[in-house]
């Protein structure tokens, strides 16, 4: 039996956000998860110097923003979400794998020297 294939990380340019839906999966008999307890779901980055991640108001989302400008060959960061459901009873934690990568250029910048005699 082969291992399963690493998820492909998502893929943010600089100056670039996205909402990724949350939500409690099903429970290991397939029944559908308990809501989260309020207040509970928190969003880390395990990089954290491209990125931020904001839960939002309802915690049915997580905010991921760029802080460009980014690395030029991208930094791999993971999105990890945990919170609890049953008044604390039960931990869930899932993570996301997010890559960040510069976007391509759109203007040439030239910096002429000091001009010399010939």
């Not at 998502?10 to 956000?17: H, P, V, Y």
């Not at 989302?61 to 999105?79: I, K, N, W």
């Not at 604390?88 to 001009?115: K, L, R």
Request: charged content about 10%; hydrophobic content about 40%.
């Amino acid at each position: 039996m082969t291992a399963p294939a690493a998820p492909t990380p998502f893929a943010l340019g600089d100056f670039q956000n996205v909402t990724i839906g949350i939500a409690p999966g099903p429970d290991a008999a397939g029944n559908p998860g308990a809501p989260w307890d309020a207040g509970s779901v928190t969003a880390t980055l395990s990089d954290g110097t491209e990125l931020t991640a904001a839960v939002s108001a309802d915690q049915s989302s997580v905010l991921v923003t760029a802080l460009g400008p980014l690395t030029p060959v991208g930094q791999a960061d993971v999105l990890t979400v945990a919170g609890t459901q049953n008044n604390g009873a039960d931990s869930v934690t899932g993570t996301f794998p997010i890559n960040t990568d510069a976007e391509a250029s759109t203007t040439v910048t030239f910096t002429p020297g000091a001009p010399v005699p010939n």
